[in-house]
């Protein structure tokens, strides 16, 4: 008899066909308007998500926590405030969207790699604080962008 052996790990797919497609057309328009060779303007704001992500739900703590953050450990995770639904799903979107991000040592390399763009093209500092050197514009279509991934 040939029956089907169950398989020992189990097969997951992404819940959305378009996970990492979330960043376009913005993406594009980065990389032609700050002339970012490859890939960088989608590394840039997936960094800048997790940035983003950090001043929403823990304002307070230093950038470098986000591992912590998506790992749901660490004294920053611990000491979070009371969130609401809201922040809840915004935090489980974030899990799968920067999943690389859950290894400090990936997170703190695409840090220090995001710190030596120039300030024009970043939305944040390095600390996680909003960049004043953006154009305002720019700066509201990228949180505008942020806001929809995580929703």
């Known amino acids: 008899m040939n029956t089907l052996q169950p398989l ?5 797919r992404p819940a959305y066909p378009n996970l990492f497609r979330w960043q376009e057309p913005l993406a594009t ?10 890939r960088v303007a989608n590394r840039l704001l997936n960094v800048e998500l997790g940035l983003f992500l950090m001043s929403e739900l823990l304002p307070l703590a230093p950038a470098e926590a986000l591992p912590d953050l998506l ?3 660490g004294a920053a995770y611990r ?12 935090l489980s979107e974030a899990r799968a969207l ?10 703190l390399r695409a840090l220090a790699k995001y710190a030596t763009l120039p300030a024009g093209t970043r939305a944040f500092n390095v600390d996680g604080r909003p960049n004043t050197k953006l154009a305002g514009s720019e700066l509201r279509q990228r949180l505008s962008l942020f806001q929809r991934a995580l929703v």
């Open 29 to 38: 328009r980065l990389r032609y308007r700050h002339d970012l060779p490859g």
């Open 8 to 12: 020992a790990f189990s097969v997951t």
């Open 71 to 73: 790992n749901g450990q």
């Open 98 to 107: 920067l999943a690389p991000y859950q290894s400090r040592m990936v997170w």
């Open 79 to 90: 000491e979070r405030p009371v969130w609401t639904p809201r922040q809840h799903r915004s």
